[in-house]
Each structure stands twice: as C-alpha cells, then as structure tokens.
C-alpha cells in the first residue's frame, strides 16, 4: 500500500487496520515466545514448512473486503 492509498482512507479504516496490524503482531510475537519457552532441543526440520503471516496480504485482503462491503 502505497502513501496515496492510506490517504484515501478513511480515520475509522487506518484505526481498524492499525488494530489488526497490532494484533496479527502480537499473535506472532506471543507465539515464538510460546515456542522458545517449550524448545528443549534444538529444532529439527520438519515435513511441513513454517506457515508466516503474511501481513500485507492479509492488509490487502481486508481492504478489499472492506471495499466491497463485507465485514471483516
């Protein structure tokens, strides 16, 4: 999302973004905490890879949602 994209948006759009930012933050902050604190070896690979968030297609998901009229 480029500066011309956020300034069209409107307060209550950039706060509820901002929110969901925040907690998809959190969430993967909290969960490597999680993970760090229960590791007693040191990690092996396993089959199936790590899934990231990925926040800017989570952001652009949302606000096409948004755009279209269906809540998020």
Do not use: C, F, V, Y
Not at 20 to 31: G, V
Not at 60 to 66: K, S, V
Request: proline fraction near 6%; avoid cysteine; glycine fraction near 2%.
């Amino acid at each position: 999302m480029n500066d011309k994209q956020l300034s069209e948006l409107s307060l209550l759009e950039l706060q509820d973004l901002h929110a969901t930012l925040h907690i998809a933050i959190r969430k993967a902050i909290r969960e490597q905490q999680e993970a760090m604190a229960t590791r007693q070896q040191p990690d092996k690979p396993s089959a199936e890879p790590n899934r990231s968030i990925d926040l800017a297609r989570e952001r652009d998901a949302w606000l096409a949602r948004r755009r279209n009229g269906i809540p998020a």
